[in-house]
T-cell receptor, first 113, second 111 residues
Framework: SAVISQKPSRDICQRGTSLTIQCQVD?????MFWYRQQPGQSLTLIAT?????????ESGFVIDKFPISRPNLTFSTLTVSNMSPEDSSIYLC??????????FGPGTRLLVL | GDSVTQMEGPVTLSEEAFLTINCTYT??????LFWYVQYPGEGLQLLLK?????DKGSNKGFEATYRKETTSFHLEKGSVQVSDSAVYFC??????????FGKGTRLSVIA
């Protein structure tokens, strides 16, 4: 398995500002992902974080709005830029291990006012 | 593309009742299948998984069998507890693709 930590665990932000979420995993993993979970909804994949290169974004998500970094095999960041109330969600980091199982971090609960 | 369909909730059961949450999938190839659970205010936890046809995943009294002929992976538990109240997500993954999730089923167990 993998133990994943995220910082911050929650935040309240003003519209127009940006927030960077950090994800740290306790072991080297093959793949890292970022998901969004809007209130009462299922999970939507934002992007796959690629080590040393640009992230791969899903339809409807763009790098200018959600820049992602992955400098090494155990760390990634997601920035939510120029926030609006519609960005209020839980943002979840996820990793895939060599056993091809995905594990999830505890999430970052974001409220944009 | 790949997709997962699970039964709509919410599901409300009395303690010690039998639980079934239906899940069917559409996928090319031979996906791995998963059930995740999300307790209130928490992230997702892997509950069980199955990687090939006829495999049975089990954990904490929950079971699910990978049925290729019916493309299903129904979650069952013989006797639910109040502590099982949570949202349950069925998901699949084909090869190196990220998980594809169902919409989730909220379970409430009352004493």
């Amino acid at each position: 398995s993998a133990v994943i930590s995220q910082k911050p665990s929650r935040d309240i932000c003003q519209r127009g500002t940006s927030l960077t979420i950090q994800c740290q995993v306790d072991s080297q993993v093959t793949m890292m992902f970022w998901y969004r979970q809007q209130p009462g909804q299922s999970l939507t994949l934002i992007a796959t974080a690629n080590q040393g290169s640009e992230a791969t974004y899903e339809s409807g998500f763009v790098i200018d709005k959600f820049p992602i970094s992955r400098p090494n095999l155990t760390f990634s960041t997601l920035t939510v830029s120029n926030m609006s109330p519609e960005d209020s969600s839980i943002y979840l980091c996820s990793v895939r291990t060599s056993s091809e199982t995905q594990y999830f971090g505890p999430g970052t609960r974001l409220l944009v006012l | 593309g790949d997709s997962v369909t699970q039964m709509e909730g919410p599901v409300t059961l009395s303690e010690e009742a039998f639980l079934t949450i239906n899940c069917t999938y559409t996928a090319t190839g031979y996906p791995s299948l998963f059930w995740y659970v999300q307790y209130p205010g928490e992230g997702l936890q892997l509950l069980l998984k199955a990687t090939k046809a006829d495999d049975k995943g089990s954990n904490k009294g929950f079971e699910a069998t990978y049925r290729k002929e019916t493309t299903s992976f129904h979650l069952e538990k013989g006797s639910v507890q109040v502590s099982d109240s949570a949202v349950y997500f069925c998901a699949l993954s084909s090869g190196n693709t990220p998980l594809v999730f169902g919409k989730g089923t909220r379970l409430s167990v009352i004493a």
